[in-house]
């Protein structure tokens, strides 16, 4: 609790009056001297520890050469009260509210917090430990709190508002009034403007979401581990290969089933062995184990929690004065209304309807040939889409390995796109201590030759590794701080055997261009505050960076550089190359519509009313599907609404749409590059001056049409998705 120390306004008033009154039959006194003003003079804790204080490295990279696990949890702790009281300093401050003594002090704040928290996020996504876990587990609910004090303290928004009202009167430049709309929206959309009985009412709601938000996790990731499949007859595992057939057998001994195999679920609907299995009958058990998951009426079913969960929201969004939750979650994203949303998703559902029926009709007359007397159903669709497209294509993705030497993709296929587009150079070096020997760390110096950024490299699995693959900074462009990005990129590809190269798939190469455009997105960033710098933006905007990178992999300037066979040199074969190509586009109906009836089933679940009450989880979910005027019953969401862990408990609410947005901001901004001269320094320079740069600088879609000089059109991405 920190301690404000101010003169009593009271005290001063009484010691004036004292002062001035004199008997009238005391002789005459001198006059007594002004009093001073006041002294504000807030009492903020000092910090200690290795992050009290910018590191002394480089960039101020964090020095883990001397940061210890035992580092963290006084960190935290030290720099959330350090974060209180600086923002209650910034509250009580008695002089008028200034953009200065309100935003920049505001994004001043907290900064040995951040410090923490940022090598702390990292290593517990990346290279986390029981340590590391257990603080986590500790903190995160602290720092929720933290949070909740923050945007509910009523002065702090006093004074946010203040200027808020006044902000034409104030002089501000551009970015400083888009600093004070991003700061006044998020204290309202947390409930800054709710009073009495209303604030508690929502901290209630919170904190009842809260808790079904962790007991849904919990209770998924138990249910989807019970449901695995048990085969007793290895005969029913025809097709798979000897490591799948040997980690099913190692998955039952873990299990205490010996003699037995075990398939393991996915998070998925669709299961990545449906495409090898042969026989029907485990490829159907496989799939109805995996889309009745959550709903076996155990004590893992999630129906009840979501149903109360969806009912909550909508009342959240209601007292907050937004008519469904899927409003509220909306107004701050660049599609601004689910309204919005849905009709872009709505445009392309004629012509992905007609590709999943025309998909499905290849699959029954390939069946027919194969003899099959049923037609295809959800649990064969992959395995014997797999199978047409081999016939149709004759591709492997395995050919493609020997090419994708994952040194040579970063250094002479990503580093040499930024450097055409952007005019950037790489250095490796190796004075800067990392968190793993597997890291890599490179100078960035930009067009001039000025140093730029500093970008680490994790691409390998590891067991203390989460899955998936993603990009995030330790230290954020700012010129207020006058501080140069470091950011990092974190991969999960299978690490090579010792001695043996250093090979990736085509998929892999593809994710570290996407993953390099978040990075590029951090690191070209030209913003003097923190809150809207690099990739600080919306969900519906920040992919849009690093799918759009991911075009520059194929280009055939680039693609020339890079995909050289790991032994001889030689370029990849035209033929291998054309097939790769050709069949990317090959399954998009299925591909696309999975995704596309996920994100409407997310957006119909969050466009209930609070009047509506609890709804029955299985006759909604029936409904909703059935409204979409897509093939569902053969092409079922990726997720059901029982393990739909992105939206009930990823912080996917409502957002799920963000993933197909981006793409036809991918697509659409492709097809300007095209329109004019593709890939140049000129177009690169214009792609970073007004989209990389800008952080969330500017509204979202005027900063497109700025870029692009029109609205993004969906065709490009029918065409590129092969729907046209």
Request: one cysteine or more; glycine letters at 6%; hydrophobic letters at 40%.
């Amino acid at each position: 609790m920190r301690k404000i120390t101010l003169v009593s306004l009271t005290a001063l008033a009484l010691a004036g009056c004292a002062a001035s009154v004199a008997s009238s039959d005391q002789a005459p006194v001198a006059e007594a001297a002004p009093l001073a003003p006041p002294v504000y003079a807030p009492v903020i804790p000092k910090g200690t520890g290795i992050f009290a204080e910018r590191s002394t490295l480089p960039f101020h990279a964090p020095d883990f050469g001397k940061i210890k696990d035992s580092d963290f949890l006084p960190a935290i702790e030290q720099g959330m009260a350090i974060k209180l009281a600086e923002m209650e300093a910034i509250a009580g401050d008695p002089a008028l509210p200034t953009f200065e003594n309100t935003l920049v002090a505001m994004e001043q704040a907290g900064q040995m917090l951040t410090r923490t928290t940022y090598v702390f996020s990292a290593l517990t996504a990346a290279n986390t430990n029981d340590t590391l876990d257990a603080i986590d587990k500790e903190t995160s609910p602290k720092l929720t709190a933290l949070d909740d004090t923050i945007y509910l303290n009523d002065k702090l928004f006093g004074r946010v508002k203040y200027l808020y009202e006044r902000k034409d009167q104030l002089g501000l430049r551009a970015d400083q009034v888009r600093l004070l709309q991003v700061t006044y929206d998020r204290f309202v959309k947390n409930g800054a403007t709710l009073t009495g009985d209303a604030k508690e009412q929502l901290k209630t709601i919170n904190g009842r979401i809260s808790t079904l938000q962790t007991e849904y996790g919990q209770k998924l990731t138990a249910a989807t581990k019970d449901a695995a499949l048990i085969i007793s007859d290895k005969r029913k595992l025809a097709g798979l290969s000897a490591g799948d057939i040997a980690s099913a057998a190692k998955a039952a001994e873990d299990r205490g089933l010996k003699g037995k195999w075990v398939l393991v679920l996915q998070n998925t609907t669709q299961q990545p062995l449906l495409a090898s299995l042969k026989d029907r009958e485990t490829r159907k058990a496989l799939f109805d184990a995996s889309w009745n998951r959550a709903q076996r009426g155990n004590a893992h079913d999630t129906r009840a929690l979501i149903a109360e969960l969806a009912q909550l929201r909508a009342e959240k969004a209601k007292l907050l004065g937004f008519p469904d939750f899927a409003t509220f979650t909306m107004s701050d994203q660049m599609a601004k209304s689910p309204t919005k949303a849905i009709a872009m998703m709505q445009q392309m559902v004629p012509a992905l309807a007609a590709q999943e029926r025309k998909e499905a009709g290849e699959l029954n007359a390939l069946i027919k040939r194969s003899g099959g007397k049923f037609t295809v159903q959800p649990w064969d669709w992959t395995f014997y889409s797999e199978r047409l497209r081999k016939e149709k294509y004759a591709f492997d993705e395995s050919e493609t390995k020997p090419y994708f030497e994952i040194t040579n993709v970063l250094e002479n296929g990503v580093f040499y796109a930024a450097n055409q587009l952007y005019g950037l150079t790489f250095k490796k070096r190796s004075d800067i201590p990392v968190y793993h020997p597997d890291v890599t760390v490179y100078t960035v110096y930009d067009k001039d030759g000025s140093e730029l950024a500093l970008f680490y490299f994790d691409p390998w699995k590891r067991d203390n590794k989460q899955g998936g693959a993603w990009m995030s900074n330790f230290v954020d462009q700012s010129h207020l701080f006058g501080t140069k990005p470091v950011v990092f990129n974190v991969q999960n590809s299978p690490k090579p055997a010792p001695g043996q190269p250093a090979l990736v798939s085509f998929s892999d190469a593809e994710t570290m261009f996407h993953e390099f455009g978040h990075a590029l997105h951090g690191m070209l960033s030209d913003q003097t505050y923190p809150t809207l710098s690099g990739a600080n933006t919306a969900r519906d905007f920040v992919e849009f960076p690093s799918q759009f990178n991911e075009y520059w992999m194929t280009e055939p300037r680039v693609f020339a550089q890079f995909a050289k066979h790991y032994q001889t040199g030689a370029p990849m074969p035209a033929a291998l190359v054309a097939k790769v190509q050709a069949a990317a586009k090959y399954g998009q109906g299925f591909a696309l519509g999975e995704v596309i009836t996920a994100a409407m089933l997310d957006q119909k679940w969050h466009a209930v009313g609070a009047a509506a009450g609890k709804q029955d989880v299985d006759a909604f979910e029936g409904q909703a599907l059935s409204q979409l005027g897509l093939e569902t019953t053969l092409v079922p969401p990726r997720y059901r609404t029982s393990y739909f862990r992105h939206i009930w408990g990823g912080g996917y609410s409502a957002g799920y749409y963000a993933y197909v947005w981006t793409e036809m901001l991918q697509h659409d901004s492709y097809q300007w590059f095209i329109d004019n001269g593709g890939m140049t320094r000129a177009n690169g320079q214009r792609f970073r001056d007004m989209v990389l740069s800008r952080g969330s600088s500017i509204d979202y879609p005027d900063m497109y049409r700025a870029f692009a000089g029109r609205d993004p059109s969906i065709e490009p991405m029918l065409k590129a998705r092969g729907l046209k």
